[in-house]
C-alpha cells in the first residue's frame, strides 16, 4: 500500500489528529457538534485523505468483479455508484467496497486497512482475465460531503473532483434506499437513511493544499471523522472497520439494502446468504443504543453490552449479550452507540454497557429485529406418523 504522509489538513488551526483506524486525518477542528451542523447541511467536507485507492482496468474488468462480489456489477453505467462485499467461503464479510466506474476504469475506495489484503487477492484471483489492479492511494485522494452534488461549481463547497477518463469520480451512497436486487429487515417507517446524503469524491492528491486554503480563507467548511461517525451512527450505516468481526454476515447489520444482489449469479458465499435470507435466522443483530449521558462516560469499541435476564426468575442478574462497534456524541440525540448483539434478546429487556469500569444504561432501537431471515414461505412438512385429523 502506498504511504502517505504531511497530510496540510492537519496543519489547520485546532486541528485534533485522530487515533486508531483514522490515523493520519483530523478527528476534530475544536467543535465537534457545530462540525456535524455544517456537514449535515452540505456546507463542509470531511478529510479522508487516509482512505484507500484501487482501480481495475481492462475490457473484462465488470465481468470479472461482478464474479466475485455479492453485489450486481456487470451492468454497472458509467459513473454509477454502487457498495459490494466481498465474503469468504462460509459467508463471512472479509472487505467493504465502494465501487465507482468511468467507463473505462472501475474505482474502488476501501478502508486504509483492507487495501494491502484486497489488492493482493484481487491480483491472486485475475487468471487469464484481461483486468489490471493498480494502488492508486497516492495519486488520489478520498474527501467526503453530504452537498447535493459536491462537484458542482455551484455547490457551496466546490470540489473538484479528478476525472482521469473524463468522468468525474464522484461515489454517492446508495444506502439512502433499498437498491435493486437488495432486502431490508429493518422497518421501513422512519428509517433514518432517508436523511443519508454521503458522497465521496477522488481528488488529486495535490489539491489537498488548495483545499486547506480554501478553508483558511472561510471559502469552504471543514468537519473531523468525529462528526461524519456521529452522523453516520445515527443513520444506522455500517462500516466494515468497526462493526464487522471474525464471525459477521451480511444480515446481521443490515447490509442486503444496500450491498448484496439476491438473484445474481454465483459467487464465494452466496450459499450462506441464501440460506439464512429464506430459510433461517442471523444469530446477532444491530441495534442503536440511546445511552445515559449522566455519567459522560462514551463507551469504546468492543465494551459489552449486558441484559437483564428475564427467566429463571430465582436467577436475577445480568449476562453478556453482545459488545458496541462504535459510539459518538450526536448534536441532537446524545450519546449513542452501534452495537451488535444476540438475536434472540427481547427487544424491550433492559440492557447496560459497561464502559471505563463504569455502568452506562441503553435502550435499544431495533435496527435487525429478531425475526430477521426465513423470507422464503416454505410449506411445512407433516412429521412421519402423524396423521391429519
Keep these: 500500500m502506498s504511504i502517505v504522509t504531511d497530510n496540510p489538513f492537519l496543519r489547520l488551526s485546532g486541528a485534533v489528529q485522530a487515533e486508531g483506524i483514522d490515523l493520519g486525518v483530523a478527528a476534530h477542528y475544536g467543535n465537534p457538534m457545530i462540525e456535524q451542523r455544517h456537514l449535515l447541511a452540505g ?3 470531511v478529510d479522508l485523505s487516509h482512505r484507500g485507492v484501487l482501480s481495475v482496468s481492462g475490457p473484462d474488468r465488470l465481468i470479472w468483479l461482478n ?3 455479492t453485489q450486481r456489477l456487470d451492468r454497472l453505467e458509467p459513473g454509477e455508484s454502487a457498495e459490494t462485499l ?5 459467508g463471512r464479510i472479509e472487505h467493504d467496497i465502494r465501487v465507482l466506474d468511468d467507463g473505462t476504469t472501475t474505482w474502488l475506495l476501501v478502508e486504509a486497512g483492507e487495501l494491502p489484503g484486497l489488492h493482493a487477492w484481487l491480483d491472486s484471483m485475475r487468471f487469464m482475465l484481461r483486468v489490471e489492479v493498480a494502488d492508486r492511494t497516492a495519486e488520489f485522494a478520498t474527501i467526503g460531503s453530504m452537498a447535493a452534488d459536491p462537484a458542482a461549481e455551484s455547490a457551496s463547497v466546490r470540489l473538484a473532483a479528478a476525472a482521469p477518463n473524463g468522468l468525474p469520480l464522484v461515489w454517492h451512497d446508495p444506502w439512502a434506499v433499498v437498491t435493486r436486487g437488495g432486502w431490508q429487515y429493518a422497518a421501513p417507517e422512519g428509517h433514518p437513511a432517508a436523511d443519508w446524503r454521503w458522497s465521496e469524491v477522488l481528488v488529486p492528491r495535490e489539491e489537498l493544499v488548495v483545499l486547506v486554503a480554501r478553508v483558511e480563507s472561510a471559502d469552504s467548511g471543514v ?3 468525529l462528526a461524519l461517525e456521529a452522523l453516520r451512527i445515527a443513520a444506522w450505516r455500517p462500516r466494515r472497520a468497526t462493526e ?3 464471525k459477521t454476515i451480511p444480515h446481521e ?9 439476491l438473484d445474481k449469479g454465483c459467487y464465494r458465499g452466496q450459499e450462506t446468504v441464501a440460506k439464512v435470507h429464506n430459510l433461517g435466522h442471523p444469530p446477532r443483530r444491530l441495534v442503536m443504543l440511546h445511552l445515559d449521558g449522566s455519567d459522560t462516560v462514551l463507551p469504546l469499541h468492543g465494551d459489552e453490552v449486558f441484559a437483564e435476564k428475564t427467566r429463571p426468575e430465582a436467577e436475577a442478574g445480568w449476562r453478556v449479550v453482545g459488545a458496541v462497534t462504535s459510539a459518538a456524541l450526536h448534536h441532537e440525540l446524545g450519546p449513542i452507540a452501534l452495537a451488535v448483539i444476540k438475536r434472540a434478546v427481547p427487544v424491550s429487556v433492559p440492557l447496560e454497557v459497561h464502559s471505563h469500569g463504569e455502568v452506562v444504561a441503553a435502550s435499544q ?4 429485529p429478531p425475526g430477521a431471515g426465513a423470507a422464503a414461505d416454505v410449506p411445512r412438512l407433516p ?3 402423524v396423521r391429519g385429523l
Design 365 to 368: 432501537v431495533v435496527v435487525v
Design 86 to 90: 466481498l465474503l469468504d467461503g462460509t
Design 67 to 69: 464474479s466475485v462480489a
Design 223 to 225: 468537519a473531523g471523522v
Design 253 to 261: 447489520l443490515d447490509w442486503l439494502r444496500s450491498a448484496v444482489h
Design 383 to 385: 412429521r412421519l406418523g
Design 244 to 246: 464487522v468481526d471474525q
Design 43 to 45: 456546507t463542509a467536507i
